[in-house]
């Protein structure tokens, strides 16, 4: 009987618009509503598989533009020996990140690739020599206020580990440090494979809390939330228990469903705080790491080693040995496939990230980046394409959509060219999810189609 | 060395549910009350649906193949038109009239107005007005199945509100559907089965057919009739389940599924109540229907953190 009632209470508080009833329940997030999402399939397969670091390989191409802004300059040239941690590239522009060498060895050329976005980039190649002689640059930086911390969080490199590759350095530079009081760690990894974050939190916890504790103190924030998914049970239990006497931290259990790791959402549903459209989160209050971020930092400062490895989940159907391997930057996929056990079916879609939002690569020659949190290799089943039929107006995009939007609205606003439909449809608060997609049941592209549509509207530069 | 491999726009994984997958479990979710009414009203109930699921796969597909357009037969939403005619229909309907109907639904309701997705009314509530505007007689002609009438409860219960005696069938008798009607609408308990079966597979949210059939209580109760012989007569829950529901003519949203939930009980009840004719769960669909973008206008979702 009391099921009922809460079935029947939920039904009255979707007739009055609270919640929906299908694409929401009310859950332990401090009792706040969450947000809609889609329940895909976890596919946490390296779950419990501790990184293992990968053998240097023969040659690393280091991408003088791993990270949302101005791509670096390089500081090497051809036929110079660097080290690890070797500063290689660098700018004077705001909006970046340093690069530094991930190997030692001599660099053999400096050439333009087509990246996966379709775009070229300037990449240093450096053939290596195997010693891994660590330069005399890397020695840990001396922090005692917030510009000494600003400055050493520009010479670590660091960019968003999550996914985004926005500079760190950038994000917390901030005018005024009144306008934030709390730090949200987001440890959610909503997309499905991926474990490299829930590995941070289990082999890297000291690194975690010390980072955590250092931006807190420097950036004067109180609180410190950090929101995991509640399919990792022991990540949330061990966290609670290393945190237990530390008042400013705030574990906070996530219905795991995707996107809970998207910033507006985690944001939300850590401290009931809206970034409002047009807004970062500062503006909220709030700064948001990734938490390997957060745990590279806590490790930066202690060592001085800036960003020149790091984590990656590899699996998909393709893929024979699938693990969580450490490598230098710069590793070509092919090399690290290879310490994978190579292919186990002829691969025929590769990302870079989760399949919800990870990016095809065109060629398994491409290096991985600073931001590169998977690698999915998939066979031909797994990367089925689907044929787009009439929408059924099912309405199952609406339930999903986080924002609340309404993917299908949208689509027809687009194909109608009407500016102003999009505009008050808000498609450019789209977070590009890939909700509606996923749900489709006429597989009809919806996200592309409201990546266009924002584009559409976007102001002409 | 892989190279040229597939590229594409993400997401790279994909939800099991596509268009033919819900229509299917909408004839799975039909099934309970096509056994009822063989059970009830004989072996030509089964063939008249598989008369009017046939003919409509059958206009479906030569349609399109006429207009030139790809072929949406294996969708199954024609199946799942066809056996919800044949559910709005008599079972001694002579079976022509039945394709008249079929005909009627698909060329002229669903493919003339785009297919699937775009006609403007359901299109077997439409056909079952279009035949009994045409064929009066044989759509009204019920089989005697109880030890009390042949007429329909809600006839009777029309009759009785004229003064006439009338003797209903029980309680019982409504929920099992041995009483007179169409021959899926009758049976309450399958409908019910099927219903639940459609939201828990969440074809369906519970939003349309709650307001409906609440709504439907209510105005009963407040009109001074038994709300349970409203709910169960004529065709209440196979249209708040199965019809109005109906993906295309029904709002996105579940604020506007509200609105249009109850907007269909109250013309339902006003229809049966003051109009001539003794039901009008057809006719307060179809005008939903029509309504149905203005409610959606009038309904759009909140976006989230949206500054108007």
Sequence with gaps: MGMDCNIFQMYLLGIIGKFNVMGAKIVSNNGRKALHGVHAPHFKNTTNMVPEVMPVPEKVYISLHQHMGAPCEPLVKKGDSVKVGQLIGDTTAFMSAKTHSSVSGTVEAITTMTTSMGGTDQYIVIKTDGLQEVSEEVKPPVVSNYPEFLEAVKNSGLVGLGGAGFPTFVKFNLKDLNMVDTLVINAAECEPYITTDYRTCMDKTKELLAGARAIAKYLELKDIYIGIEDNKPEAIKMLEKETANDPAFHIVSLKASYPKGAEKVIVYECTGRIIKEGQLPFQAGCIVSNVTSVAFLGEYLETGMPLVTRTLTIDGSAIADPKNVIAPIGTPFADIVEFCGGYKEEPVKMLMGGPMMGITIYSDDLPMVKNNNAMLAFGAAQAKVYEETACIRCGRCVRACPMSLMPAAIETAYKLKKEDDLKALKVNLCIECGCCSYVCPAHRPLVVTNKMAKRMIAPKK | MKSKLMVSPSPHIHDAVSTQSIMRDVLIALVPALIASVLIFGFRSLVLTAVCIASCMIFEYFTRKLLGKSNTVSDLSAAVTGMLLAFNLPVE???????????????????????????????????????????????????????????????????????????????????????????????????????????????????????????????????????????????????????????TTSPVTEKGKVIFGLGCAALTMIIRIFGSYPEGVSYAILLMNIICPLIDRATKSKPFGGVM
């Excluded at chain 2, 219960?157 to 009607?181: D, I, K, N, V, W």
């Excluded at chain 2, 349309?208 to 109760?221: D, E, K, N, T, Y």
Aim: charged content about 10%; hydrophobic content about 55%; overall charge neutral.
């Design chain 2, 93 to 247: 309907l002579p079976l022509w009239m039945a394709v008249v109907g079929c005909f009627f639904a698909i060329v002229i309701v669903k493919q003339l107005f785009g297919g699937i997705g775009q006609n403007f009314a359901n299109p077997a509530i439409a056909a079952r007005i279009f035949l009994l505007l045409s064929f009066s007689l044989p759509m009204t002609t019920w089989v005697q199945v109880n030890s009390v009438s042949g007429a329909t409860p809600l006839a009777q219960m029309a009759l009785a509100r004229a003064g006439e005696m009338q003797t209903l069938p029980s309680y019982l008798e409504m929920f099992l559907g041995q009483r007179g009607g169409c021959l899926g609408e009758t049976c309450a308990l399958a409908l019910i089965i099927g219903g639940i079966y459609l939201i828990a597979k969440k074809v369906i949210t519970p939003t349309i057919p709650l307001a409906f059939i609440g709504g439907v209580a209510v105005l009963a109760l407040l009109f001074g009739e038994d709300p349970l012989y409203h709910i169960m007569g004529g065709g209440c829950l196979i249209g708040a389940f199965f019809m109005a529901t109906d993906y």
